[in-house]
């Protein structure tokens, strides 16, 4: 779960290096480093051990007029958080200079048998063994294209790679289940682990298939596409819609917050997508899936929460049964036939995921991937795709694209279940006019917070740890909640359906310990609240008027809640009280310690 990028440029290539490292810093923050091709023939090589920031520092008094070079932001597996451990590595000569993502599972071997021809190893890191493949393979008299797929057919696991040869400037690619892209433009070519490193920088992009190898000569005719050795036609050419605006923050202090800000109009935009054909079964038609007797939904972290509440959706709608699959665990996981698998995830890239869909799918249960991203290995790979249209999100902590999630599997949710006769149609339509509602639920809800929860979270700072309780359709969003205060807070989180506090989890409350409640309408919780209370726990609800912060829409609040829907807008002060407790404790909400955004590994 790195980012890697290159640039063969008519100008200077650090600049746009620098930029997309930035932008991929997402992806890892262990550290960052680029080699640049001197005009001497030579390599510059740059790594820190701090952010991208200052890596641009360090390449300030660049006067190597470089126009091609590579890079790389690490988030660290193999060997501790170094500068020797820092991306690019070099092979023995030092004129290959090799970026990596991805796991390389054999490296160990490999590099024992490199050793044992010789070849030195500068780091600890699993990719180390690429360039020394690769330049065994350049003794043995391949040209550098087939040096990489040579050395590409050693390695297990997973990889996008950039090669970057000093002597001539030639720039070489391949991936094996690991996202890049290749984008052009009259400045050059870009390479990159997603789109937006490059978005303003080129029009179009092709995303590399597990296979390719492509090569950029330094004199700018077409990139020449391999596979094993032989020549394929290239990806189909895509139109890069990201913008630079959307990649901004603009005036606000981190992405986080403009990420949650932003879910009122995520909401409008997935409505308006989906809304105008659901009476007719779009968008589940078009998908041209078959009739399920059945779901399962498959994803981690807070996808699995979106993906565990649509689940719930098609229960109450329908009756329909269902089950929820950690991806890393899908191995234990045995479903029956017409099992509509829906892999849910924010990147398509996360590993655990893919693994977990090669698993499941059978003839009989084909796979709908629900991803934010439908240029990912996960789109590709899966029999259908809807995607969530939340725009890019760069805060590491998933905020919109859960809001996203959620909404895209109901809109798919109501199409499937009347398109296939089991809601009728007069309850589709009435569902549809609830979800009208949405957008503004979200909007209050966010005002309610803004208002409400920086003052509760100020007189927070202080706890060890936290518990979240809801009932019934609000038990998820409290799991939602406490995974985002984990993430961003560095303290325990736990969350639980209210009735089995006093099955054990009781004992964790002592005077002051915050238990936030997600205050539905289930008579039940105020004996749970009590309980808490009992014990001196202090009890924050997140409720309807009257509680500590009045977030949920419903009588006498101007929006009324879409009760089968469950409490979406609860995750809004979720969401900012997460946000506010790191604030307070000095973190950096958008790039929470040992956290990546693309899980690539497993
Ligand atoms: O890209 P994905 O949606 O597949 O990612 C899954 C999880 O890694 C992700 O949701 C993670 O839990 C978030 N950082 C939580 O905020």
Known sequence: MCGIIAARL???????????????????????????????????????IERVAQLERLLRDDDTLATTGIGHTRWATHGGVTERNAHPHRDCSGELAVVHNGIVENAAALRAELEERGHRFASEVDSEVIPHLIE????????LADAVGAAASRLEGAWAVVVLDAEDGRVVATAHRSPLVLGRSIDGDLLASDIGAIAGRVESFRALRSGDVVELDPLGSEPRWTQGGRAVAAPLA????VSNEQLDRGDYPDHMAKEIDEQPAVAERVLAELLPGIAQGEPWRSLALPDFRRIAVVACGTSLHAGIAIAEVFGRLAGIPSTAVVASEAASTYLEEQTLVMAFSQSGETADVLRA?????????????????????????????LPCHAGPEIGVAATKTFTAQVLTGTGLALA????????????VLAAVEDLRRVPELLAQSLRVADRFVPGIAGGLLDAHGFLFLARGAGVVYAAEGALKLKELSYRWAESYPAGELKHGPLALVEAQTPVIVLDGADARLAGNIAEVGARGGRVIRIGGLGADIPALGGSPAPIDAVDWLGPLESVVPLQVLAREIA???GHDVDKPRNLAKSVTVE
């Open 583 to 585: 604030l307070g404790l």
């Open 357 to 385: 869909v090669e698993m499941l799918r059978t003839p009989g249960n084909p796979v709908l991937a629900i991803t934010n991203a439908p240029h990912s290995t996960l789109a590709r790979t899966a029999d259908a795709v």
């Open 136 to 143: 065994e393979a350049r003794q043995h008299g391949l040209g």
């Open 238 to 241: 895509m139109p890069c819609t």
């Open 10 to 48: 008519s100008g200077a290539a650090a600049p746009a290096l620098v930029e997309g490292l930035a932008r991929l810093e997402y992806r890892g923050y262990d550290s960052a480093g680029v080699a640049l091709r001197t005009g001497a023939g030579g390599l510059r090589v740059v790594r820190t």
């Open 416 to 427: 499937a279940l009347g398109a296939t006769g089991r809601m009728p149609r007069e309850r």
